[in-house]
């Protein structure tokens, strides 16, 4: 008999993720629980949870932050469940990598039957996702969004970090502008081919041994980039 699939619920009002939890419980589902973005993130490292619940309207840091972050690193399906109703908070959340949206006020029957049908997509046998990311000097810390050298800490803005870890989640794969824009910067941002290059050039400065001959952040000339850890 196999195990019951793991359901990470972030949700910072306590009565809704109680509700949540009990019925996701009452259908035999292990749930772990999280009222912030810092402790999803511990979570959903430690316990690799088969799907995330996240209401967007967290105290700490905006719900599609949060997403984008996950994303470079883990691919486990997300059902966002949110009191904004606007069509573009929908549309921020999905381009971000959310794979479902539901709206509160919710039906239980309804949550429940959105969890089943996340999770018949999830395909057996997928890797679990690896918080830690290791590349020649370097260790990238996606719990903490920390990047080290030789244990010393590296400085990166946000995109600068969101673009590496998306990089180097990715190995060998050849990633076209357009996919990087969309994961880094969002859906409206995918024509701007300047943002990568300008983005790009400033990782190089900082993790390149010699950045006009880079061994690690290759340009596929017309395409995008790949990574070679």
């Known amino acids: 008999m196999s195990a019951p699939e793991t359901i990470l619920v972030v949700e910072d009002e306590r009565q809704i993720r109680e509700a949540v939890v009990a019925a996701l419980e009452g259908e035999g589902f292990q749930v772990c629980e999280a009222g912030t973005a810092a402790h999803a993130a511990v979570q959903a490292a430690g316990r690799r949870p088969d799907l995330v619940i996240l209401d967007l309207g967290l105290p700490d840091r905006d719900g599609v932050d949060f997403i984008r972050d996950y994303r470079a690193w883990s691919n486990t399906p997300i059902l966002i469940l949110s009191a904004r109703t606007q069509e573009t908070s929908k549309i921020d959340a999905l381009d971000a990598g959310a794979d479902d949206y539901l709206g509160k006020p919710f039906g239980v029957g309804e949550l429940l039957a959105r969890v089943r049908a996340l999770l018949r997509r999830r ?21 903490n969004r920390a990047v080290s050298r030789n244990g010393e800490a590296l400085h990166l803005t946000q ?35 300047q943002y990568l290059r300008v983005y790009v050039g400033h990782l190089r400065q900082k993790i390149e041994a010699d950045p006009a001959q880079p061994r690690h952040i290759l340009t596929e000339i017309g395409v995008g980039y790949r990574f070679e850890p």
């Open 159 to 193: 995109i600068e970090y969101r673009l590496l870890v998306f990089l180097a989640a990715n190995p060998s794969r050849v990633l076209t502008h357009r996919h990087l824009l969309g994961q880094v910067w969002g859906g409206q941002a995918v024509e701007n081919h």
């Open 123 to 143: 395909l057996p046998g997928t890797p679990l996702p690896d918080p830690l990311i290791h590349f020649g000097e370097f260790a990238i810390d996606c719990v």
